[in-house]
């Protein structure tokens, strides 16, 4: 199994001196407490080994205490235990040239969060994403990229060098006009987009093959990449290299005056699909579309446990909006898997159904 085993925290938002030692046999950990008591903070200061900005989106400035001196900086220190191998993370924040800074540390050796996600992946769910479900498309988008990316980490670097691709583009389109440059990039970010096609649509089809076989019982829902520009030259490599290749052509002109790429393939719309009521999650009740978010974080994991991939769950507050008999189905999914799975929450009695098999922690 995959578990903290220590958590240290100094200056973190509202913790200001926090340690935690957890007992190994349990892999459901529950934090619970009054609102404000720090239930999410505490999940929000393991996120940072994932995230340069945690679950909440929070810059270095914001997760400074806000009432302590000024030279007191961050400092978390977590060790996860992954079946024969010990890692002890830390993080600091520091000052140099007046400026703050991140400092990553396994053991006194310094890394990237990227070789963090080498060994093990923080995953989440917190209410701050319950709006991907019913909010546009940049959301969705975004939310599925990056879990291809926790499988993948070259879909990465293709969406990288594609911007850079994009961005140059129309550097050139404004000052040089360099036609062999401008056939150049736009052959490229036409291959580019062909993988991100491509990647998109396979990932999407895998989720959804492990939904129907896996998740059955708990929320079935279907990811749809539709596109009515393409959608009869599904599986035809070089005819939709041609398409993307010609869109960028066309578009010179109208991309230098309005000064945006006004092809992409992110003009692909994401459907997301209850199978259940046979409509778009959008349409969805709040929590039938807290299961359905759920349901793609859940087929996520199983993708990564299949390849081996080690990583721990954070939900917090999953049981908002979540009723008991879905919250006792979530938590028979979420217990298949080997690694610890940690919970927050109001009041211990929401998660009496765990009563017997969590690890309680009270907060006040
Ligand atoms: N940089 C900071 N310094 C000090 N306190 C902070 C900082 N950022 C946030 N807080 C405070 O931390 C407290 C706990 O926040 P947190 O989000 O963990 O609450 P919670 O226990 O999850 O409550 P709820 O049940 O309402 O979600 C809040 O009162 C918030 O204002
Ligand atoms: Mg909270």
Redesign the pocket.
Known sequence: MTSIEKVYIENF??HKNYSLYLDKKYKHIVIY??????????L?SLSFFSNAKGLRGSSLE??????KEINSFTKIKIKIQSIDNVYDFSLKIIKEDNKLKKKILLGDKKISLADIKKHIKIIWLSPYMDKIMYEGQTLKRNFIDKMIIQNDNSFNKIIISNKKDIAERLHVLKNAKDEKWLDILEKKIANDFYDIFVIRRQYAEELNNIISSKLKNFREVKIQYKNTLFKDLINKKDELIDLFLNELKNKRELDEITKRTNFSINSDEIIILDKKNNINTDACSTGEQKSSLLSIILANCWKLKNSNKKFILLLD?ATSHIDEPNFKKLFDEVDKFETQIWY?G?NKNLFQVIENKGFFIH?Q
Request: charged residues 30%; without cysteine; glycine residues 14%.
């Open positions: 938002k509202s407490g009054k609102n404000g008591v720090g239930n999410t903070n505490l929000d914001e997760i400074l205490p806000k009432d507050e927050t109001t907060l």
